[in-house]
């Protein structure tokens, strides 16, 4: 088979490229291992798809080269795909940070994209898995570059578009076949982690906290100058919620961020966001109320209890308020809009949302999405190493990146 195109990946990303070069009047064909089209799309945000975000930037993402998501989203952004929502006719509404959802199912936004590959005459075969790729000797920028055989047998490209994604959720399939393909054509590849996914805690951190699983805090998470505040869960495992997915992906990044030799830190919760807990509580001073009473009228009672446990004495439990000593009252509110927890990990990427690292971007061009030194060779989405916050974010990314490399491909 002779194609000018061979996009292997037909997820986000995957199609949103297939469209745009087919628009070009380029020889398509986009091919998955998978039998189902775009299922990370329509398993994402409960069925309903968080498919961007209104406050999309390049603050928003993470990677070895910040500037490097800069170029693709300046030039297909988020108001470009709201766009194409709203020609389209899907109805959509906005969530809590600006996050922008379906409003029947994501199979709105898979078929939308199907039906512009169909338009731009793309060819399309699922469940066709790869099982090599061959770089083709030639001076003819016309003719094929690379033979890749497949189940379908071989097909001759001149342009090779690798949108396989990455680690994340492997019940659907996830695989490391994009990562081992750069590195067979000399690419460097950022190790691979889990991101926005659970963190664990070891078991002489966890075991006093058992009887706190459960329990959702409107708190701030923070590592390093990364902070987000979005509620925070207490686990039998450790930590999630949306602030807590959120951090994990600076902390998973500091642990690499000396070849994995930099000692890991701890991650700092703010219990009462927003609020002076020594001001507080010296507004509390006089009264006769207990502190674990006091701290149950801005957090969960049984919560409130139990982390007054963790303080160490048991004064701060068995005594009014009134009765503690400046220097107690100070550890508290220190803890109240500090507690630390140091994790002993992640849940790993059967629980992440995403992956943080990928193709180096330093062997990319931000213009093209093309490796700099193998002609035809592109590669787009969470395969690369550019990774969103939670909130649309990434998604974003792949509509971007997907968009750029249609262009050239």
Same mark, same amino acid.
């Given at each position: 088979?002779? /194609? @000018? ?19 070009? *009047?380029?020889?398509?064909?986009? =091919? ?8 990370? =799309?329509?398993?994402? #945000? ?43 006719? =899907? ?58 055989? /497949?189940? +379908? ?6 342009? +090779? ?52 699983? #459960?329990? /959702? ?6 590592? @390093? ?21 959120? =951090? ?21 919760? @703010? ?74 990990? /992640? ?33 787009? #989405? ?9 909130? *649309? ?17």
């Amino acid at each position: 088979m002779l /194609t @000018d195109v061979l996009i292997i990946g037909a997820g986000a990303a995957g199609m949103m490229c297939a469209a745009q070069a087919g628009f070009r *009047g380029r020889r398509v064909l986009l =091919i998955d291992h998978g039998e189902k089209l775009g299922e990370r =799309i329509r398993i994402s #945000g409960g069925g309903r798809c968080n498919f961007t975000n209104r406050t999309v930037s390049p603050d928003n993402y993470l990677s070895q080269n910040p500037h490097f998501c800069r170029s693709a989203l300046a030039r297909f952004s988020q108001y470009d795909f709201i766009e194409m929502i709203e020609r389209r006719g =899907i109805p959509y509404h906005e969530r809590e940070h600006g996050q922008l959802f379906c409003d029947e199912s994501a199979e709105d936004i898979i078929d939308m994209l199907r039906d512009a590959c169909d338009d731009a005459g793309v060819q399309r075969r699922m469940g066709c898995a790869v099982h090599s790729v061959t770089a083709l000797a030639t001076d003819d920028a016309a003719a094929p570059r690379f033979a890749v055989a /497949t189940d +379908l047998g071989t097909i001759r490209c001149q342009s +090779l578009v690798v949108a396989t994604g990455g680690l994340a959720i492997p019940k659907i399939g996830a695989t490391p076949f994009g990562y081992k393909l750069a590195e067979q054509f000399g690419l460097p590849v950022i190790a691979p982690q889990p991101a926005l996914v659970p963190l664990a805690l070891a078991p002489e951190v966890l075991t006093p906290l058992k009887d706190m699983a #459960g329990a /959702t805090l409107d708190a701030r998470a923070q590592f @390093d100058e990364a902070a987000f505040r979005e509620n925070v869960l207490i686990t039998h495992r450790g930590l999630s919620g949306p602030a807590i997915l959120q =951090i994990s992906s600076y902390w998973q990044m500091q642990a690499y961020a000396r070849g994995g030799q930099e000692k890991r830190r701890p991650v700092s919760i @703010d219990l009462m966001p927003g609020v002076d807990a020594a001001a507080w509580l010296c507004e509390h001073r006089q009264g006769r109320i207990h502190l674990p009473n006091l701290l149950a009228e801005r957090l969960p009672r049984r919560f409130a209890h139990e982390w007054c446990a963790l303080l160490g004495s048991e004064r701060f439990v068995s005594r009014p308020i009134g009765e503690l000593s400046n220097k107690e009252l100070q550890v508290v509110a220190e803890r109240l809009n500090g507690w630390t927890l140091m994790p002993a990990g /992640t849940l790993g990427f059967a629980k992440a949302e995403v992956t943080l690292g990928g193709v180096s971007t330093d062997a990319l061009s931000s213009k093209t999405m093309a490796a700099k030194e193998v002609p035809g060779l592109y590669f787009i #989405g969470e395969v690369v190493d550019v990774t969103g916050w939670l909130g *649309g974010y990434n998604f974003q990314w792949a509509w971007s990146s997907g968009w750029v490399a249609g262009q050239f491909a």
